[in-house]
């Protein structure tokens, strides 16, 4: 699969005063990026198994078509409440099968510029250059609103969510806890 580089930013569309699509995504600039169609048709056909490599894909965003151009590509949306995972599944997930995930939040908060500077390159996006955004909707409303075809549902015990929570709260970073 023959990954084709696209220089243009894709239409998206925010809430006023998102600034995440100006945000600078050097592993966009860098490209390459992936078609979604390439990617569907990659995993659909059938042939020899492939070899077993530990090499992780390498990490990379989709071309970003906009939403009239003839694609199948649908956003999913990986719900949860904070603290149940989240991010965690997204490392995995990205890590995994080397595609950007996004996020529905504010990217000018401390905690959100956090997680751009761990490796989520996609905070903020919620465009079609990524396939999975994650949002704690309904618990709190994100930065932009976006529609969604798909669902992962992310469920964590309350009583560890809310504790996981509480430090994250008072420590103000996603790594530190008030307790020893």
């Known amino acids: 699969m023959e990954p084709i580089v696209v220089t243009k930013k894709p239409d998206a569309e925010g809430r006023k005063g998102n600034l ?19 990617l569907k048709d990659s995993l659909l056909e059938k042939g020899e198994a492939v070899e077993e490599t530990k090499e992780l894909a390498p990490l990379r965003f989709f071309t970003g078509m906009s939403a009239d151009e003839d694609t199948d590509q649908d ?7 904070p603290r149940s995972g989240n991010t965690l599944l997204r490392g995995y997930l ?8 996004g996020s529905d939040c504010d990217i000018t908060k401390k905690l959100n510029l956090a997680l751009m500077d761990m490796g989520l390159a996609g905070e903020g996006l919620v465009d079609k250059r990524v396939w999975i955004c994650k949002t704690h ?16 549902l992310l469920v964590r015990n309350p009583l560890d969510a809310m504790t ?17």
């Open 164 to 180: 996981s929570l509480f430090h994250m709260v008072c420590s103000g970073s996603h790594e530190l806890s008030i307790q020893d």
């Open 137 to 152: 909707y309904p618990e709190r409303y994100g930065k932009t609103k976006f529609g969604t075809e798909r669902v992962i």
């Open 20 to 38: 995440a699509l100006d945000v600078p995504r050097p592993l966009w600039d860098k490209g390459p990026n992936l078609v979604f169609k390439q």
């Open 75 to 81: 956003t999913m949306v990986m719900a949860s409440y």
């Open 94 to 101: 990205e890590r995994i099968m080397g595609l950007v995930t």
